[in-house]
């Protein structure tokens, strides 16, 4: 009996990720390291980005990379092994109300400083 409940619980996360994957956004990211969330799509608080076109030396690197991009409005979680990132989007007081365009060019503006912490790393 143990085993089949083990066995069900198992299941049921590894389908609950695959869920959770197949319903997430997807933006994506240039080769200047601008992310641009689509535009005809509802704005999300999270997004999949696809990084296989970034050449991090290791996951370490990668991690370290993305760590340094963290900020009080968004969040990065490093799904390494799938190539991709979870982009966590949040609001407070300096970003309340802000829509896709707003988003968009926040990214723009942060593509630059994404620019130069990548070469740091990736030396």
């Not at 994506?28 to 535009?39: C, R």
């Not at 979870?86 to 503006?109: I, T």
């Amino acid at each position: 009996m143990k085993k089949i409940v083990t066995s069900f619980f198992i299941i049921f996360g590894v389908c609950a990720v695959s869920f959770a994957q197949n319903s997430t956004a997807t933006a994506s990211i240039s080769e200047n390291f601008q992310i641009v969330l689509p535009a005809d799509k509802p704005l999300s608080e999270t997004y999949l980005i696809d990084i296989s076109g970034i050449s991090f030396k290791n996951e370490e690197d990668c991690v370290i990379f993305f760590d340094k991009m963290h900020e009080i409005v968004v969040n990065y979680d490093v799904l390494y092994q799938n190539k991709q990132v979870l982009l966590k989007l949040s609001y407070d007081k300096r970003n309340e109300g802000w829509q896709l365009e707003d988003w968009n060019k926040y990214f723009a503006g942060r593509a630059k400083k994404m620019q130069a912490v990548y070469a740091s790393i990736n030396q």
